[in-house]
């Protein structure tokens, strides 16, 4: 099977990595590569509506396992219907967020059992996995400030919610270097954009 590149975004509120994402998209068509922009949760008709249940600042009655799953659920339509045809016909596929924000979101965030999501994930994605992921690392409260005041339902949690997800990031990072690069975002969009890039013209040229 030809296989194409899976590269996701990861990264706290406010970090700045949906403004990246499209960046590089634009970037990499301008170079004629066939490149293919999704968003987690969602990218799909049926992955939308369930992002659309998880958002909502009214689901106050939403348990953990619930959330968990719907997740998954919206992460299990998304690899199917788009994903893994998209790698098999050789697309670079950059997508924003995949199953290390149900790790820190839920699993640190919430302290619920990292291996029970992580079995959860590897059923849902068809055990499809990227070849690289950048994580866009912001100091909790700045990142807060910068996502502003119409905070969705996950945006609305404590501080300290925040805080225990960028640790949970950055101890993800850690534990596997060889597919994390972390990327401060502490500097100008131009800088940081230069960074994306190269990372990314590195993972294509080892393919
Ligand atoms: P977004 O703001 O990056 O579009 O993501 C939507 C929200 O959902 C964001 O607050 C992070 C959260 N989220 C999780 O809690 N778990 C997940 O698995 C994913 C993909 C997102």
Known sequence: MKKGLFITFEGSEGSGKSTQIALIETELKKKGLDVL???????????????????DVKNTEMNNECEVLLY???????????????????KVVLCDRFLDSTIVYQ???????????????????????PDMTLLFDIE????????????????????????RVRSGYLQLAKEDPGRFRVIRVDRGKEEIFQEVKA????????Q
């Not at 799909?44 to 249940?53: A, F, M, N, P, Y």
């Not at 919206?74 to 690899?79: D, G, S």
């Open 37 to 55: 922009l999704i968003r987690e949760p969602g990218g799909v008709k049926i992955s939308e509506l369930i992002r659309k249940v998880l958002l």
């Open 72 to 90: 998954m659920a919206a992460r299990a339509q998304l690899v199917g219907e788009v994903i893994r045809p998209a790698l098999a016909c050789g």
């Open 107 to 129: 699993g640190y965030g919430h302290g619920m059992d990292l291996k029970t999501i992580q079995d959860i994930g590897a059923f849902s994605t068809q055990k499809v996995r």
């Open 140 to 163: 909790t409260e700045e990142g807060l400030r910068r996502a502003g005041q119409n905070k969705d339902r996950i945006e609305q949690r404590s501080l300290d919610y925040h805080k």
């Open 199 to 206: 990372h990314i013209e590195h993972c294509l040229s080892q």
